[in-house]
């Protein structure tokens, strides 16, 4: 089923019998950290292949129970969103571009064979969900609601074919910043012996087996001290792709900004998206293309190259100050956050909680 945008579904709503008392919640939000502490509630849709979607509901956040036969546990059948949910500065309740993360996960689905969700459901689904769980917001520095929709066949099979029946669900966590380390930018080791996707995969798609792909790579850089692994081409091992989970931006001299180009190998960020149109909006050359490490290092030490960032969803835009491979270690710029990476955050960040005229009507306020 290749649902069409205009579709809707009514959604019930389930009381929660037991939620988080205030003065728990309260505690729990007060220092939140990023994704350990989860909302009362949570959203589901059922899908199967006769009806399509149904069973839209509003409960308790609680466990599933799954078949041992469950379709997603054997075959991998399995996609996810990540956004956030801001308070604007007139204290109301925003999405950022949330029609973009619908289509984004609608294009996952499709590489993945699962159903598409029409984009107006996904987008009330989460709208509903930040709704019903807007006192859980952390007012704490950079503080968000963080959602999480995702999908999973659901079917019991053993086959190995696209399932017929599927969950569709959104989760929610207050969260606080992304990194923990508090260094002014984080650091990255390029790895050259594991790839993260490779042409024809999966690469552009969100799905799990693209992150537990990441996991050894990613603790071997934590391993060497490095907080990031960065990833190169699975062709001739030399190209910059992005991060395990986020994008990256290269800032040079003559005012140039670069970022590797989607080749169906990187996942097309939302926020590397809106950073993009930000960049020219200010006059600057934008440029999607290959960019070595070998390159990198020598515009680094050169100084032709003046910042690096890497940008996401859940890291916003977060300055890159060493880098290191099997060949040698390098410094950007003065190790710290450049002048333009804070200019583009500063921007995007206003722009999300309201303190910056939004333009483009990325805003979505939603009380």
């Known amino acids: 089923m290749h649902a069409t945008a205009g579709q809707s579904l009514d959604f019930a709503r389930i009381p929660h019998p037991s939620p988080v008392p205030a003065a728990e919640r309260n505690t729990l939000i007060a220092a939140p950290g990023f994704g350990t502490v989860f909302t009362d509630h949570m959203v589901m849709i059922e899908y199967d292949a006769d009806r399509g ?77 930040v709704l019903a769980d807007k006192d859980w917001f952390p007012m704490v520095e950079g503080g968000s609601i963080y959602l999480r929709p995702f999908m999973f066949a659901s079917e019991a099979f053993l086959g190995v074919r696209p399932a017929k029946q599927y969950k569709f669900l959104v989760i929610a966590s207050p969260s606080g910043n992304y990194f923990k380390s508090g ?39 934590v391993a060497r001290g490095f907080d990031q692994v ?29 970022t590797p180009q989607l080749t169906g190998t ?28 070998d390159q990198w290092r020598a515009d680094a030490e050169s100084g032709h ?29 003065g190790g710290g956050p450049g002048q333009l990476t804070e200019r583009i955050r500063e921007k995007l960040v206003g722009i999300q909680r309201g303190t910056i005229k939004d333009r483009h009507g990325w805003v979505h306020r939603i009380d």
């Open 53 to 129: 979607w149904h069973s839209a509901t509003l409960g308790p956040r609680g466990p599933l129970s799954l078949d041992p036969a469950c379709a997603v546990l054997h075959y991998a059948q399995e996609i996810f969103e990540g956004m956030k949910a801001y308070k604007l500065a007139d204290g109301t309740m925003a999405l950022f571009r949330p029609e973009q993360n619908a289509r984004r996960f609608n294009d996952s689905a499709d590489r993945l064979a699962m159903p598409n969700l029409p984009e107006k459901v996904f987008v009330e689904a989460v709208r509903r969900l």
């Open 183 to 221: 260094a002014p930018a984080v650091s990255i080791w390029v790895s050259e012996n594991y790839t993260r996707a490779a042409p024809g995969g999966t690469g552009a798609a969100k799905c799990g087996g693209n992150y537990a792909a990441s996991l050894v790579p990613h603790a071997n850089a």
């Open 230 to 258: 960065c990833f190169l081409d699975a062709a001739e091992h030399k190209w910059i792709e992005e991060l395990g989970g986020m994008n990256l931006f290269f800032a040079f001299e003559d005012g140039t900004l670069l």
């Open 266 to 293: 990187i996942l097309p960020g939302i926020t590397r998206d809106s950073i993009i149109k930000l960049a020219r909006e200010e006059g600057l050359t934008v440029k999607e293309g290959r960019y070595s490490f």
């Open 305 to 333: 190259l003046l910042e690096t960032f890497a940008c996401g969803t859940a890291a916003v835009v977060t300055p890159v100050g060493r880098v290191a491979g099997a060949a040698g270690e390098f410094t950007i710029g």
